[in-house]
């Protein structure tokens, strides 16, 4: 069964110091992961997508993440926080084999900035 | 613009009423998704189309939820006999169709079920 666990409900960070976000999947397939984020009253957005080619995904405004297959973790990180950032994140694995397929997601971590 | 809408954003209805939702996807995609997110969870999948065909229901559909696609273009849920449970944020989203492509998602209608 394809599924994802955030580890973490909620994480605090101070301005300029680095994020990381951790997320563990179950898979029966080859498993296409991607990263959701979430800001309050504001749609779904991708940050980035996992589909077997590189195992270090770069995504927008500076985020990315590693997909390692012996650890079954894709863990988001990001060098430096900006108050931006804070959000509701999501790590997402496909319901099938196939990238194009409906979403299952996790329960989402908030992440908070402190100035 | 030429992201999903979602119509209405917010719908305060009582307990035992119908509800309807219409989703306009971007235009172009084939593939239609309809998702449920409740407060302080993820959002779960409900169904979703390739143009006018349902590709799959999830258990979570009861069978007072119905959703079409008549066209290949827009979509509605339909929600029977509400109940409280049925509160949460309906989320919709498309995609081209083809492997590995993103879903974009709207901006979701708030359901409140009193």
């Known amino acids: 069964a394809q599924s994802v666990t955030q580890l973490d409900s909620h994480v605090s960070v101070s301005e300029g110091t680095p994020v990381l976000l951790r997320c563990n999947y179950s898979?029966?397939?080859?498993?296409?992961l991607f990263w959701y984020v979430q800001h309050p009253n504001k749609g779904l957005q991708l940050l980035l997508k996992?589909?077997?080619?590189?195992?270090l995904v770069k995504g927008i405004n500076g985020f990315e993440a590693e997909f390692k297959k012996s650890e079954t973790s894709f863990h988001l990180t990001k060098p430096s926080a900006h108050m931006s950032d804070a959000a509701e994140y999501f790590c997402?694995?496909?319901?099938?084999?196939?990238?194009?397929?409906?979403?299952?997601f996790g329960k989402g971590t908030r992440l908070s900035v402190i100035a | 613009d030429t992201g999903v809408s979602q119509d209405p954003r917010h719908k305060i209805t009582k307990r035992g009423q119908n509800v309807t939702f219409r989703c306009d996807p971007i235009?172009?995609?084939?593939?239609l998704y309809w998702y449920r997110q409740t407060l302080g969870q993820g959002p779960e999948f409900l169904t979703y189309?390739?143009?006018?065909?349902?590709?799959?229901k999830s258990r979570l559909l009861s069978d007072r939820f119905s959703a079409e696609r008549p066209k290949g273009s827009f979509s509605t849920l339909e929600i029977q006999r509400t109940e409280q449970g049925d509160s949460a944020m309906y989320l919709c989203?498309?995609?081209?169709?083809?492997?590995?492509?993103?879903?974009?998602f709207g901006p979701g209608t708030r359901l409140t079920v009193l």
């Open positions: 997402v694995v496909t319901l099938g084999p196939s990238g194009n397929t409906p979403l299952v």
């Open positions: 989203a498309s995609s081209p169709g083809t492997q590995y492509n993103e879903q974009f």
């Open positions: 996992y589909t077997s080619a590189a195992t």
């Open positions: 898979s029966s397939y080859s498993p296409s």
């Open positions: 189309f390739q143009n006018e065909a349902q590709l799959e």
């Open positions: 235009s172009e995609h084939n593939r």
